[in-house]
């Protein structure tokens, strides 16, 4: 009776996960808007979305910015929740499986960086953090794209960019957040996502927690090399904010500054920001995080955009480091060796 109900249950498993897969199909996207794709839509301007996402929050800042308009559509990664963005409704939109999409009156845009172009060219004032001048405009592009996360290598990707580097620092805030999510859920990621080495990644770190986090070193060595290279990346903006200052471009706030506020604020949620900001290591960018927080467009997309996912982590973070220094010193010093 038993090994007849095992086959059973076999049988209507595999059943589901082939109707399932029919229609979940999923597949990498071009960035920049496909106007032969036409979406559902209420709004000029619709954004779908997530709390935590860094690529969500940037173009969140750059409609806020902009004076943008839109009807948010808030879609769950397995970070906050689970795989919303594994779900058939959420494929329809973008069947690459990737937030944010930018829905501009029904034809979405894919690709935060393209979206960010895309907005401020369909703004009322495309000039507002766009420069005027070409040779101004390739440069910022330069910057954007150090504080964006393109493509799907983030071992080459972190030596130029830190938009990778904050990928790889966020590791350990990830491990905390999993400590809330039912196992069953990243499971979900084994059988339907795209790329199968995230679901693994989150599924590995939902069983090892936090602490054991620490004792995985190949995650470990990643996690470092991008705590390492980010050293090399604010060096840079360093440079550039004491040559052009006060921000990224001169006296013209630009999408280069948006990039780089949502990469300040991972660091910050992930409870990097004392790392490499304390001891005056890096002056400037620490007033430059100050303006930053002060444009009124942190308070509407970051702080506003609040949510427990982002919070729990974080203090979880905060109490284990004080409970437990050596895990602070092992986030903080290993594999320390320069490696740029």
Same mark, same amino acid.
């Given at each position: 009776?038993?090994?007849?109900?095992?086959?059973?249950?076999?049988?209507?498993?595999?059943?589901?996960?082939?109707?399932?897969?029919?229609?979940?199909?999923?597949?990498?996207?071009?960035?920049?808007?496909?106007?032969?794709?036409?979406?559902?839509?209420?709004?000029?301007?619709?954004?779908?979305?997530?709390?935590?996402?860094?690529?969500?929050?940037?173009?969140?800042?750059?409609?806020?910015?902009?004076?943008?308009?839109?009807?948010?559509?808030?879609?769950?990664?397995?970070?906050?929740?689970?795989?919303?963005?594994?779900?058939?409704?959420?494929?329809?939109?973008?069947?690459?499986?990737?937030?944010?999409?930018?829905?501009?009156?029904?034809?979405?845009?894919?690709?935060?960086?393209?979206?960010?172009?895309?907005?401020?060219?369909?703004?009322?004032?495309?000039?507002?953090?766009?420069?005027?001048?070409?040779?101004?405009?390739?440069?910022?592009?330069?910057?954007?794209?150090?504080?964006?996360?393109?493509?799907?290598?983030?071992?080459?990707?972190?030596?130029?960019?830190?938009?990778?580097?904050?990928?790889?620092?966020?590791?350990?805030?990830?491990?905390?957040?999993?400590?809330?999510?039912?196992?069953?859920?990243?499971?979900?990621?084994?059988? $339907?996502? *795209? =790329?199968?080495?995230?679901?693994? @990644?989150?599924?590995? /770190?939902?069983?090892?927690?936090?602490?054991?986090? !620490? #004792?995985?070193?190949?995650?470990?060595?990643?996690?470092?090399?991008?705590?390492?290279?980010?050293?090399?990346?604010?060096?840079?903006?360093?440079?550039?904010?004491?040559?052009?200052?006060?921000?990224?471009?001169?006296?013209?706030?630009?999408?280069?500054?948006?990039?780089?506020?949502?990469? $300040?604020? *991972? =660091?910050?949620?992930?409870?990097? @920001?004392?790392?490499? /900001?304390?001891?005056?290591?890096?002056?400037?960018? !620490? #007033?430059?995080?100050?303006?930053?927080?002060?444009?009124?467009?942190?308070?509407?997309?970051?702080?506003?955009?609040?949510?427990?996912?982002?919070?729990?982590?974080?203090?979880?973070?905060?109490?284990?480091?004080?409970?437990?220094?050596?895990?602070?010193?092992?986030?903080?010093?290993?594999?320390?060796?320069?490696?740029?």
């Amino acid at each position: 009776m038993m090994f007849w109900t095992l086959i059973a249950a076999i049988s209507l498993f595999t059943l589901w996960f082939f109707w399932e897969k029919k229609h979940r199909k999923t597949h990498a996207m071009a960035g920049g808007i496909h106007r032969d794709i036409h979406l559902p839509h209420e709004q000029e301007f619709e954004l779908y979305h997530n709390a935590l996402s860094l690529c969500s929050k940037k173009v969140r800042v750059c409609l806020d910015e902009l004076g943008i308009d839109y009807k948010g559509h808030h879609i769950h990664l397995i970070e906050t929740g689970y795989y919303e963005t594994l779900s058939r409704h959420f494929l329809k939109v973008n069947p690459a499986g990737i937030l944010p999409v930018l829905v501009h009156n029904g034809h979405p845009v894919y690709e935060s960086h393209d979206i960010l172009t895309y907005a401020a060219a369909h703004s009322k004032t495309p000039y507002l953090l766009v420069p005027e001048n070409p040779q101004d405009e390739e440069e910022m592009q330069h910057w954007i794209n150090k504080a964006s996360i393109i493509g799907d290598d983030a071992i080459e990707g972190i030596k130029i960019s830190a938009g990778y580097c904050s990928g790889m620092l966020s590791l350990p805030l990830f491990a905390a957040g999993m400590t809330y999510i039912p196992l069953r859920y990243p499971l979900v990621g084994l059988l $339907f996502h *795209r =790329l199968k080495i995230r679901a693994v @990644l989150f599924t590995l /770190l939902k069983i090892s927690g936090l602490k054991g986090f !620490t #004792k995985l070193t190949p995650l470990m060595k990643k996690m470092a090399a991008g705590r390492n290279y980010m050293h090399k990346h604010f060096r840079d903006l360093e440079d550039q904010l004491e040559k052009n200052g006060p921000w990224i471009m001169g006296e013209q706030f630009t999408l280069a500054d948006v990039s780089w506020l949502t990469v $300040f604020e *991972r =660091l910050r949620e992930s409870d990097w @920001l004392d790392y490499y /900001l304390a001891d005056n290591q890096y002056p400037i960018l !620490t #007033k430059y995080w100050q303006a930053l927080q002060a444009r009124e467009s942190y308070q509407t997309a970051i702080l506003d955009h609040g949510h427990h996912a982002i919070d729990k982590p974080l203090q979880l973070i905060k109490d284990t480091k004080d409970s437990s220094p050596s895990l602070k010193e092992k986030l903080e010093t290993c594999f320390s060796e320069t490696v740029y």
